[in-house]
């Protein structure tokens, strides 16, 4: 992408989880924009009960035929649980991923996905996989706790056997309502940008209970993915920019076009 200042002067409010923002924050300020990183959301290891109820699933791992990775974050902790319980690489069986950054963190371990969609949601993935997986085959999901279980009954409902294991949890960080009053309070911001329904939720959770609605109304709000920019006008955000490819260059080539039009149309 050309190194255009398409956001110069902007202020733009980045909810990812701190340690996945630092490139998102640089990419905006080299267009000219100034990050506001209030972090929304913090991945860390679920419940003691969902933990365990993990492990027992995946000392079954030999049992299964596909282990489904959705994100980034499924594969960190799947592979901290799997190390735990001193389950080698070569003891998993075939890998579906999903997404440019799921397939990448497989590969920094030394792992290749079998199986990988053409494109970056359940509802996408779904109809391939059905192509792939055979019905006397059993697929192993692991997953978020918030994550919805559409892949788990799209194969329910083909007959395919498979399991859901809880593998990370995804909440607020500590101190993120106060930090994201005190920013929309003190600062006006130019445009919102969310990457998942679940910091679309957190946010719009804090917005309403602390009034700040209309800190909101008129800015430009960005969204990666159907499933995120479904949740958002649900809500009741207008969502000016959401990418058909769901990457982060991709949207901002997105987001340099919208203020292109904004220009024309002054």
């Avoid at 997404?99 to 199986?115: I, S």
């Avoid at 920013?183 to 998942?196: A, C, G, N, R």
Wanted: overall charge negative; proline content about 5%; charged content about 25%.
């Amino acid at each position: 992408m050309a190194q255009t200042m398409f956001l110069k002067g902007k202020r733009v409010l980045v909810t990812r989880e701190e340690s996945q923002a630092q490139s998102l924050c640089a990419m905006i300020s080299e267009h000219g924009g100034v990050p506001v990183l209030v972090p929304l959301l913090s991945f860390q290891r679920p419940s003691p009960d969902e933990w365990k109820a993990a492990g027992e699933k995946v000392r079954r791992l030999q049992t299964f035929d596909w282990l489904v990775l959705t994100s980034k974050n499924g594969v960190h902790f799947f592979l901290e649980l799997a190390k735990e319980l001193d389950l080698p690489p070569k003891a998993f069986p075939k890998i579906a991923a999903i997404g440019k950054k799921t397939e990448m963190e497989l590969g920094k371990h030394g792992l290749q996905a079998a199986f990988i969609p053409k494109s970056y949601v359940a509802e996408a993935f779904l109809p391939e996989f059905l192509e792939v997986v055979r019905k006397e085959e059993a697929v192993l999901i692991a997953k978020g706790n918030l994550a919805r279980d559409y892949i788990y009954k799209g194969l329910y409902a083909q007959s395919i056997q498979a399991e859901e294991a809880v593998v990370y949890s995804n909440k607020p960080p500590a101190g993120a309502d106060a930090h994201l009053i005190d920013i929309l309070k003190e600062q006006t911001i130019d445009l919102f940008l969310f990457t998942s329904p679940s910091a679309v939720e957190v946010f719009m959770r804090i917005v309403c209970e602390s009034g700040l609605q209309e800190k909101v109304e008129g800015k430009a709000v960005v969204t990666i993915g159907p499933v995120t920019k479904e949740r958002a006008e649900r809500l009741g955000l207008s969502v000016d920019v959401s990418p058909e490819q769901y990457t982060i260059e991709d949207m901002l080539k997105e987001i340099d076009l919208y203020y292109q039009n904004k220009e024309c149309k002054s």
